[in-house]
C-alpha cells in the first residue's frame, strides 16, 4: 500500500530528471556539446549522379560510409568531398549515410534519396546544341523532416515540461490524498 502513494513521487522526480539532463543526441564523448551537422547537396539525386558531402562542424577528418556509395573521406583541413551514387541504386529509396567525425568521435546520419522518376533526353535536339539530360520527380507523398526535434531543448521549454510535471505530481497527489480520506470514515 505504501508503494502506491509514493509511485506518483517517483515519476515526478523521474520525469523532472528526464527533462532537465541534456540531450545525449548532442553531446560528444567528453562531454561538450557537439556542433557536428553534416549535410549532403543535392538530398535527391539520380543514380550514377554526384552528391557532395559537407563536414558540417568537425574539426578533424571525417569519414563517409553508405551502401549507395563507397566509403569516402573528408580530411582534416577540409569542409567537403563528393561520392559517385552507385548507377544500380533503387529509384525511389531513400538510403542512409552515415558521417562520422573523427576528432569528437560522435556519428550523425543523413537520408539521400534516389529520384522515383525516370531520366529523358530531348528526342529532338539540334545538333549545335549540347545534349541535356533531366531527372523529373513522380509524385510520391510527403517526405517528412525531423520535425524541430533535432536541437537542444531551450529554457522554454524545460520550464513548460517542469510545470507539465509538477502539475501532473500534484494531481496524483492531490487525488491520493482525497482517496486516502475518504477510506478512513
Do not use: K, Q, W
Amino acid at each position: 500500500m505504501r508503494a502506491i502513494r509514493i509511485a506518483p513521487f517517483a515519476l515526478l522526480g523521474a520525469g523532472t530528471l528526464a527533462l532537465l539532463a541534456p540531450p545525449a543526441a548532442h553531446a560528444a564523448p567528453d562531454g561538450a556539446v557537439s556542433t557536428f551537422n553534416p549535410t549532403i547537396a543535392p538530398s535527391v539525386i539520380a543514380p550514377g549522379g554526384r552528391v557532395t558531402l559537407g563536414s558540417g562542424g568537425c574539426a578533424g577528418e571525417t569519414t563517409v560510409t553508405s551502401g549507395i556509395f563507397g566509403t569516402a573521406v573528408i580530411p582534416s583541413g577540409s569542409t567537403t568531398a563528393t561520392a559517385t551514387v552507385d548507377a544500380n541504386a533503387r529509384r525511389g529509396a531513400v538510403y542512409a549515410v552515415t558521417f562520422t567525425c573523427g576528432s569528437t568521435g560522435t556519428s550523425r546520419n543523413v537520408n539521400l534519396a534516389i529520384t522515383a522518376g525516370a531520366t529523358s533526353t530531348p528526342t529532338a535536339a539540334p545538333t549545335t546544341a549540347p545534349t541535356v539530360s533531366s531527372t523529373a520527380l513522380a509524385p510520391s507523398g510527403v517526405r517528412g523532416g525531423l520535425g524541430g526535434g533535432s536541437g537542444a531543448p531551450g529554457t522554454v521549454e524545460v520550464a513548460a515540461g517542469a510545470a507539465l510535471v509538477a502539475a501532473a505530481g500534484a494531481g496524483a497527489l492531490f487525488r491520493a490524498r482525497r482517496r486516502g480520506s475518504g477510506r478512513r470514515h
